[in-house]
């Protein structure tokens, strides 16, 4: 692994699973329903893109590749190239 990979923020909508196990209040469940979904900030290496996803990596060394963060393209809102790679 090399620095050719670039350095991205992606802004993506997370699907969320909101209540308790178990029976909820209804009342908080309809707030909850009604919420919008997080948005979601991540940085990292852009390792993988195809029409259905792209895959980040945060952190590299000689050795080995921290774990992969696979966002789908339908959750994204947003991508800013923070460093183009080389």
């Known amino acids: 692994m090399n620095a050719k990979y670039p350095i991205i923020e992606v802004l993506w909508v997370d699907a969320e699973e909101v209540g308790q196990l178990g029976w909820n209040d209804p009342d908080e469940v ?28 945060r952190a590299y060394h000689s050795d080995g590749l921290s774990s992969v963060e696979k966002i789908p393209k339908g959750f994204i809102r947003e991508i800013r190239v923070l460093r183009e790679g080389l």
């Open 30 to 57: 309809i707030a909850d329903a009604s919420a919008d979904c997080p948005i979601v900030h991540s940085v990292g290496y852009l390792i993988f893109e195809s029409e259905a996803h792209i895959s980040l990596i």
